[in-house]
């Protein structure tokens, strides 16, 4: 297998423009900023499928495991994915979409599976409009807010929002140093955080080469927020990267609003990736009012 780099992009494209499966794991832009010190990615192209293993995951080495495979005419049979599974030298493969297991059916998994649901990994589904117009009662917090950083900010032309372009990125640089520090990314405890700052940084470098859209906005003139999203399926994108000041009352209400106008403009669902099971991400996941919680498993091989 050949180690995945930005390099392959346009090779892959195709295989993933097609794709069928709507956890954000199967964005390729993802896959790929993801790869470096915390993750190694390999894949193989066979049978007009691409076929991806991770080996290193964080700090240990083990067999590693696969996602689906993408590109092909279909889902493939419990039976053919056992093998696949083992021909790669692996004993699961994981990010197995809850609509696979509908599809194929739990119980024609069982005799070759153990399957295990990885709750951390489960995505939060939002119809865009619903993110666009904020409608409704439910909404009114998040209405109030962008009320506030409107009044402070855009009625005195004080903050601006556009797209990320190239020329941008090295100010998106600094404000990401400058979000890390409050954050405390760099503490060696918080290794997934470590991890997301190298791909937030390789998703800015390639934001010209791998078809990220991105924006940004600027509060007298300085960048104090930004997000990053990519294609996923014919329907659906994902908001990849979402950074803000948190101490700008509003700001982060203000950029998701945004973001839903501009960045997934065309697409009739954003996915938001999952919380990995910290409380206070997903209560402001929540709080947005997901209209599906897309559902992740893990498919060990049997003894």
């Known amino acids: 297998m050949k180690p995945l780099t930005r390099a392959d992009y346009p090779l892959l494209k195709s295989f993933f423009e097609r794709q069928p499966h709507r956890l954000s794991t199967y964005s390729l832009p993802s896959i790929i900023a993801w790869n470096g010190d915390c993750f190694e990615s390999h894949y193989e192209i066979a049978d007009g499928e691409v076929i991806v293993v991770t080996r290193k995951i964080m700090d240990h080495d083990?067999?590693?495991?696969?996602?689906?495979?993408?590109?092909?005419?279909?889902?493939?049979?419990?039976?053919?994915?056992?093998?696949?599974v083992m021909a790669m030298?692996?004993?699961?493969?994981?990010?197995?979409?809850?609509?696979?297991?509908?599809?194929?059916?739990?119980?024609?998994?069982?005799?070759?599976?153990?399957?295990?649901?990885?709750?951390?990994y489960e995505d939060y589904l939002y119809l865009t409009q619903d993110l666009v117009e904020l409608k409704g009662n439910r909404y009114a917090k998040k209405r109030n807010l962008i009320h506030q950083f409107t009044r402070e900010y855009l009625n005195h032309n004080?903050?601006?929002?556009?797209?990320?372009?190239?020329?941008?990125?090295?100010?998106?640089?600094d404000f990401l140093e400058k979000w890390c520090d409050l954050q405390e990314c760099d503490k060696e405890q918080e290794k997934n955080m470590t991890c997301e700052k190298a791909a937030v940084i390789e998703a800015l470098h390639t934001i010209g080469e791998l078809d990220w859209r991105g924006?940004?906005?600027?509060?007298?003139?300085?960048?104090?927020?930004?997000?990053?999203?990519?294609?996923?399926?014919?329907?659906?994108?994902?908001?990849?990267?979402?950074?803000?000041?948190?101490?700008?009352k509003g700001l982060y209400q203000f950029?998701?609003?945004?973001?839903?106008?501009?960045?997934?403009?065309?697409?009739?669902?954003?996915?938001?990736?999952?919380?990995?099971?910290?409380?206070?991400?997903?209560?402001?996941?929540?709080?947005?009012?997901?209209?599906?919680?897309?559902?992740?498993?893990?498919?060990?091989?049997k003894s």
């Open 215 to 248: 924006l940004c906005v600027r509060i007298d003139g300085e960048i104090c927020a930004f997000a990053v999203m990519s294609h996923l399926t014919q329907d659906m994108g994902v908001l990849n990267f979402e950074k803000a000041y948190p101490y700008i």
């Open 62 to 84: 083990d067999k590693g495991y696969l996602i689906l495979p993408v590109g092909g005419n279909g889902r493939p049979a419990p039976a053919a994915l056992k093998e696949l």
């Open 255 to 301: 950029l998701d609003n945004e973001c839903a106008k501009e960045l997934f403009h065309g697409y009739v669902f954003m996915n938001k990736e999952s919380d990995m099971d910290l409380a206070t991400l997903a209560q402001s996941k929540k709080s947005y009012h997901p209209v599906e919680m897309l559902k992740s498993y893990s498919l060990t091989i």
């Open 158 to 173: 004080r903050a601006t929002a556009g797209m990320i372009t190239e020329k941008d990125v090295p100010e998106c640089l």
């Open 89 to 120: 030298g692996c004993e699961r493969i994981c990010f197995v979409p809850g609509d696979y297991l509908q599809e194929v059916g739990e119980n024609s998994l069982h005799p070759y599976f153990d399957i295990t649901e990885q709750k951390e």
